[in-house]
């Protein structure tokens, strides 16, 4: 009966040292002040009207070095566009992040356009991931790229030739 509320305590204990609450690498400054400059809406994309959600995999290494990057819903249009190379390439100029982010990332970013010739409609993406895609890996808060049709191929063009379009 001694050992009894020593036995409590340990256990009392030991619960709360398995509830510790991760970090959470979504809310680290440099990680989303970082993404939302460098992420920027591709203009083939905007000129194309593409807009989707890119899921894009990464590691972060025991140096807090991003590595590992790949796209989940890799889509020969969406390269194109240019949608994916601007994720990846944000994903690369990432400085070292803190060795308490260490493990296995899904960042989902939403490319949503919004077309000002269809009465300021957006259009965004409804693409999800399957659960077998999310297995040891923590799934970031999406980041949204909102893009427009103002500054559309038509536009551009009408503007070289000062015309009205």
Do not use: C
């Amino acid at each position: 009966m001694p050992y009894l509320p020593l036995l409590l305590l340990l256990t009392i204990t030991g619960l709360t040292q398995a509830q510790e609450i991760t970090p959470k690498l979504s809310q680290d400054p440099v990680f989303s002040t970082v993404l939302n400059r460098r992420l920027k809406y591709p203009r083939q994309a905007e000129w194309s009207s593409k807009y989707g959600r890119v899921f894009a995999e990464f590691t972060v290494d025991e140096k807090g070095r991003v590595k590992a990057i790949s796209i989940l819903n890799h889509s020969a249009e969406w390269a194109y566009a240019g949608l994916e190379p601007t994720v990846v390439n944000a994903l690369k100029k990432l400085p070292p992040l803190s060795l308490q982010y260490t493990g296995r990332y899904i960042l989902p970013v939403s490319f949503t356009l919004v077309d000002y010739r269809q009465q300021n409609t957006a259009l965004a993406p409804t693409n999800q991931l399957y659960v077998q895609d999310l297995a040891g890996r923590v799934v970031l808060n999406e980041i949204t790229v909102t893009g427009s049709t103002v500054n559309s191929k038509e536009r551009v063009e009408a503007a070289d030739k000062n015309v009205s379009y």
